[in-house]
């Protein structure tokens, strides 16, 4: 049971970066595939790059899963620009040095950047629940902002320490962000990954 779980998860993995692939026109310029060993930077039109990282997310999170020392399904991974991002909730510093050291090693992978949040396995549920009120009274706080109520802000808060990511209409609106969601009772820290639209 366990083994065809495996294979279809990773199928699923495996899928979207093919199903990019198939999509590709036939008259579009193909260019020269990068080697393992290089590098991948953004260049050019973007599309490749978007190509490469959905490749580094994927071989990432089958290398998190095929690997015994980490709980992949507790770990999310983005790559953007050859940087890839862990996030979610571990049970000990162990696993979350573990999954770095997996992650520095897929090839085309520039810079770990590790948001792990340390979480015992027997507080693991009274967390969730607890990090699932902060983002419900952040996006509730979000549409009552004037400033902020028609951006488009994702919010994921891992142990009490809070991420936005999405867009706002300038630096003074993501500043803003930040303080609105500090006023959260339970927020312990925030990440503001907003970028500004355009």
Known sequence: MKRMILILATIALMLPPAVLLAQQSPTQEVKKPAKADESTRPGGDGAGQVMKDSWVTTKTKLALTKDGRTKARHISVETQGAVVMLR????????????????????GVAYVNNALQIVPDDLRKTVDVKDDGIETAIRERLLKDSQLKDAAINVRSDNSVVTLRGKVTDPKAKSHASDVVRGVPGVRAVRNELAPKG
Request: aromatic share 0%; net charge negative.
């Open 88 to 107: 979610g909730k571990v049970s000990s510093t162990e696993e979350r040095t573990a999954a770095e050291e997996i992650a520095r090693g897929i090839s």
